[in-house]
């Protein structure tokens, strides 16, 4: 006689697991199961999200309240450095008196970073949203977590969870970059960055770890803005 167990993961099963099976291309064994397997857990989506507003998307919809003409799209990690490295050979040629500001271009002079700020948290759980007003320590979070940084001007990027540099090349984190137009004039006036994880991986139950973001203007005054937030797990 031959018993079949069928292992149930001790976090449960979300309403619509069934729809995005997120073990679809893992080969678990029982002991694996007790882990996500980042590739496939990054693909999962919140039960309710085709209820919510994504980070962007809530980001633009309230930017727009101020900025009518405000222009959000998303850019490469190449594009990104591209538009920053333009933008500091301008201001490199302007302090030599080498060229005149540009009235409307794409690549005008680069402003220092003015502005440096956690905007939105998001988790993966029914309503796991919430706007950072300069709040020192976010929700409690679980699953997959995504935060929204604002950066106004022109800087280089770091960025740290606890002790681990966040970068492109780790696949332990999605990191995505939007240009912001805010008056609709072709000139890129900052990034919005949106910073996705595992929580369940990176925080361990219970406790507490740190986001950090800074930026180093390319320009005078040569300033670093930093921003950060403490995010405890569930």
Request: aromatic share 14%; hydrophobic share 30%.
């Amino acid at each position: 006689m031959v018993f079949v167990i069928r292992i149930k993961p001790f976090w449960g099963r979300t309403k619509n697991e069934e729809k995005v099976q997120a073990f679809h291309s893992c080969n678990f064994n029982v002991f694996q199961y007790l882990w996500y397997c980042p590739s496939c857990y990054k693909n999962r989506k919140k039960d309710n999200a085709d209820k919510e507003l994504s980070i962007i998307e809530c980001f633009e919809k309230d930017a727009k309240k101020k900025y009518p003409n405000l222009d959000i799209k998303q850019v490469t990690p190449e594009e990104s450095t591209k538009i920053k490295e333009e933008m500091r050979a301008k201001a490199e040629k302007e302090v030599r008196k080498e060229v005149q500001p540009s009235a409307v271009s794409a690549f005008g002079s680069a402003p220092p970073v003015t502005a440096l700020y956690i905007n939105q948290i998001a988790w993966d759980e029914p309503n796991g949203h919430k706007y950072i007003y300069g709040d020192l320590t976010a929700p409690a979070v679980t699953g997959y977590t995504e935060i929204g940084v604002v950066e106004e001007g022109f800087g280089s990027d770091t960025q740290w969870l606890g002790n681990e540099q966040i970068t492109y090349g780790n696949p332990d984190y999605s990191w995505n970059q939007y240009s912001i137009d805010y008056e609709g004039d072709r000139i890129v006036d900052g990034f919005f960055h949106v910073i996705g994880f595992n929580s369940d991986l990176k925080i361990p139950s219970k406790q507490t770890v740190q986001y950090r973001f800074e930026s180093t203007s390319y320009n005078y005054p040569w300033n670093t803005a930093k921003t950060w937030i403490n995010i405890p797990h569930q």
